[in-house]
């Protein structure tokens, strides 16, 4: 008989005055517990029976979250800044795109610009790059200057060996970019950079001069029309997919890897203090039979103890969390495979038609001396490379996500927040309608689940998966 897994899945949305909170918390993908001489065992100190208790491993408690610094699209208003979002993954903080203002909104949250040490561009429109290079200076303490024909310690720092460069991620054009505008301004920094290129098909490699601060990139082509496990930090592959747009556009998955389950050495340590092993040990030079334990874990080889027990290293969880967090489009296709089975997808939605609530679109209305309708919306949104709530809706079912924010909203759809209590008016009451609204309409079209709107500060966390053995049957 095969054990019996519990499963379950949760999401809430928690709502407060200045930053929203959504937690998603996924218990799923069965796991096989430590085995000892391929026995289960609750208590060590305890023999095998022919009924085994129940066992349960939850795997590593670290978090992975994400936090919408802006939130607007092509512009500014009053309540969302240009595009930025953070990925904090354990202790390191990834940016995807770098619009005006971002800077502002880090000094706004609580996460911390120093911290930042990967930054992802989707593609090189003016309001997913116009705060980048600030930034960049920012984190890399590159203020300051020094007189004519004195050495600046800046650039020694820049160029040691043992310096970490700040890494960039982005389409052709974004290496001349930030050249350009650091050279203009005159910008040396203490921390250097380097930026790899995703290069699409028929792309030349770009082959100007390096700045002082900055460190040779990698060329990156597609194969098979994709750009797969281009890189790897603290856990995570990080791929990419070419997504339909006015310009070259990219969308990034990032795909945590399987961790072993916490070793329980209640199970083991009664074995390696069996005198008979502790002998056979101590005759081997090992004086501590425990420190069989971090070998376990690290070599993650099992080791054969005298008396004949085989002691297993910890199994590996199952598959890890995946977040995929697509730049503007209105075909995101090319994404598809790679973000199979995603735990989060951020996707824009530009426009929609709520004709109920949007008095340019009511009953009548025409645009170029044709009826506004829902397919005219949606055409009109993919005319300027953009989506519509239905388009994302429609994405997150087609790769099976089990959560969906939307982000890149017109400047129609201001956030006035979700709290009833802060009645402004009848304006801000009509905004909160067309929000949920548009959530109601990518719902509808992905029937996955509540899809969200994100609003600048909104944190998205999303815990680990935890593998739970609930009973092991009687084999």
């Not at 928690?14 to 096989?32: E, G, H, I, K, V």
């Not at 208003?77 to 502002?104: F, I, M, P, Y």
């Not at 995603?342 to 609530?357: G, K, M, Q, R, S």
């Not at 956030?415 to 609204?437: A, H, P, S, W």
Request: aromatic share 6%; glycine share 8%.
């Amino acid at each position: 008989m095969l054990p019996r897994f519990l499963r379950s899945s949760t999401a809430c949305l928690s709502t407060y005055s200045s930053r929203s909170s959504f937690n998603l918390t996924f218990n799923a993908l069965p796991c096989s517990p430590i085995t000892v001489q391929n026995r289960f065992y609750s208590n060590a100190h305890s023999p095998p029976s022919s009924h085994p208790p129940q066992i349960a491993r939850i795997a590593m408690p670290d978090v992975m979250t994400l936090t919408f610094l802006g939130t607007a699209a092509g512009r500014p208003c009053g309540t969302r800044n240009v595009s930025s979002l953070a990925l904090k993954v354990d202790k390191q903080l990834w940016v995807v795109d770098a619009g005006e203002g971002t800077q502002h909104q880090f000094m706004k949250s609580k996460l911390k610009m120093s911290a930042v040490s990967q930054i992802f561009i989707t593609h090189m429109h003016a309001d997913h790059v116009n705060g980048l290079v600030g930034l960049l200076c920012t984190i890399s303490a590159g203020e300051g200057s020094v007189l004519p024909g004195q050495t600046d310690p800046r650039i020694q720092a820049s160029q040691a060996p043992s310096a970490r460069p700040t890494e960039l991620y982005g389409p052709s054009g974004l290496r001349e970019f930030v050249r350009l505008n650091l050279r203009l301004t005159q910008s040396i920094l203490t921390r250097p950079y380097v930026v790899h290129e995703l290069l699409f098909e028929g792309e030349e490699e770009d082959t100007g001069k390096l700045h002082p601060s900055e460190r040779e990139g990698r060329n990156i082509r597609q194969e098979n029309g994709v750009w797969k496990d281009f890189t790897n930090e603290a856990g995570v592959d990080i791929s990419a997919g070419p997504i339909l747009h006015t310009v070259n556009c990219i969308g990034y998955i990032f795909n945590e890897l399987p961790r072993p389950l916490p070793l329980q050495p209640n199970l083991l340590i009664p074995h390696l203090k069996n005198p008979v092993n502790a002998s056979a040990l101590l005759a081997q030079g090992i004086k501590n039979p425990l420190s069989l334990l971090s070998q376990l874990t690290r070599t993650r080889q099992p080791i054969t103890l005298a008396d004949g027990t085989v002691l297993s290293p910890p199994p590996m969880g199952g598959e890890g969390r995946k977040v995929v967090v697509l730049g503007d489009t209105y075909d995101a296709s090319g994404c598809i495979e790679l973000a199979q089975g995603a735990d989060l997808v951020v996707h824009e939605a530009t426009n929609a038609y709520l004709p109920t609530l949007d008095e340019s679109q009511a009953e009548g209305k025409k645009r170029d001396g044709a009826l506004i309708t829902r397919d005219s919306v949606r055409a009109t949104a993919k005319e300027h490379g953009h989506s519509t709530p239905e388009v994302a809706g429609e994405f997150a079912r087609a790769v099976g996500s089990k959560a969906l924010v939307m982000n890149h909203l017109s400047v129609k759809y201001p956030n006035f927040g979700f709290d009833e209590r802060e009645d402004d008016g009848e304006g801000t009451r009509n905004v909160r309608r067309m929000i949920k609204e548009i959530e109601r309409l990518a719902s509808e079209a992905w029937g996955g689940g509540e899809a969200k709107v994100a609003r600048d500060f909104m944190e998205v966390e999303i815990p680990r998966r935890r593998e739970v053995i609930a009973e092991q049957e009687e084999q």
